[in-house]
């Protein structure tokens, strides 16, 4: 059974940058089109930025030009390189396919942007 386990989050001031890891036990991240998801409190889960297999990527207006996602296809691992952190961005962040499926939501990883 393939899993998708999240690290690389944590606390950091506003400004700051964190770099996000998600790794995959079998051949997901580079078969499927992926992406970087998040919740924060009391709001819904949404998608901040997405990869396809061909490494054409795309972002959430709220992010674009501050967060990079990528891909190591040889290491199964995909990668959210967050920038320029703000208060806002504090969530629980997720990867999954894009469009995501049931079978691979992890736990998260928690990033918080405070002073």
């Known amino acids: 059974q393939v899993q998708l386990v999240e690290s690389g989050g944590g606390l950091v001031q506003p400004g700051g940058s964190l770099r996000l890891s998600c790794a995959a036990s079998?051949?997901?991240?580079?078969?499927?089109?992926m992406g970087w998801y998040r919740q924060a409190p009391g709001k819904q889960r949404e998608l901040v930025a997405a990869i396809t297999s061909g490494g054409v990527t795309n972002y959430a207006d709220s992010v674009k030009g501050r967060f990079t996602i990528s891909r190591n296809n040889a290491k199964n691992t995909m990668y959210l390189q967050m920038n320029s952190l703000k208060p806002e961005d504090t969530a629980l962040y997720y990867c999954?396919?894009?469009?995501?499926?049931?079978?691979?939501w992890g736990q998260g990883t928690q990033v918080t942007v405070s002073s």
């Open positions: 079998g051949s997901i991240v580079r078969s499927y089109a």
């Open positions: 999954n396919t894009e469009p995501p499926s049931i079978r691979y």
